[in-house]
C-alpha cells in the first residue's frame, strides 16, 4: 500500500511541476519537427501495455508530422490515450487517430467506455475535477491530466474538443492549427536530356 501511496505522489508532484512550465510564460514553445505517426505509434504500445490485452487497440496515422514541443505533445497526446484505458472496461475498443482536415490537424481518442454527462464535459480541464472522486482514485489518475492536455494545446494554438455519451464511450479530440504542419518540400524534377 506503501509503495502506491508513493507512486500515486510522484506522479502528482510530476504532473504539477509539468503544469507549472506550461504556464510560465517565459517558456516559449519549441519548435522542433515532430514526428507525430511515430508517437502515435509509441503511445499505441504504451495503451497495449497498460491495457494488458484487456482491449483491442486500433491506429490510423496519416503521415503529416507537426512544428512543436514532441515532450508536451507527448504527455497531452500520452493522457488522453491512458484516460481511454482506464475508462473503457475489459472487451472495449479504443482506437488512436492522427489525421488532417482542413481546419487543421487533429489527434484523437475514441473509446467504448463508460463516457462522460454533458454537465461535466465543461469542467474536465479544471485541475483536480473529477467526474467520480472514488473512480478515479482506483484508477490511479491525478485529476491534472486534462488540465495539462488543455496547457499543452494552448500553447499551441490548439483546443480539446469532448464529445461523449453515457455508457456509449467518448471522443477526445486536440486539434492543432494548420499553421503547425509541416508541408513535406516538393521532390525538384529530375532534368530531362536535350
Sequence with gaps: MQ???RQRMQRLIEDLLMLSR???QENPVADEDVDVPQLVRELADEARALSQGRHTIDVEAAPEHVRGSREELRSAFGNLVS???RYTPAGGRVT???RVMDEGACFEVEDTGIGVAP???PRLTE???RVDKSRS???GGTGLGLAIVKHVLLRHQGRLDVQSQLGRGSVFSAWLPRARLIVPSPVP???QAA
Design 137 to 139: 482514485r482506483e484508477t
Design 189 to 191: 524534377a529530375q532534368r
Design 96 to 98: 488512436l487517430r492522427w
Design 119 to 121: 454537465e461535466h464535459i
Design 3 to 5: 509503495a502506491r501511496q
Design 127 to 129: 485541475r483536480f475535477y
Design 83 to 85: 484516460n481511454a484505458i
Design 22 to 24: 506550461l504556464e510560465s
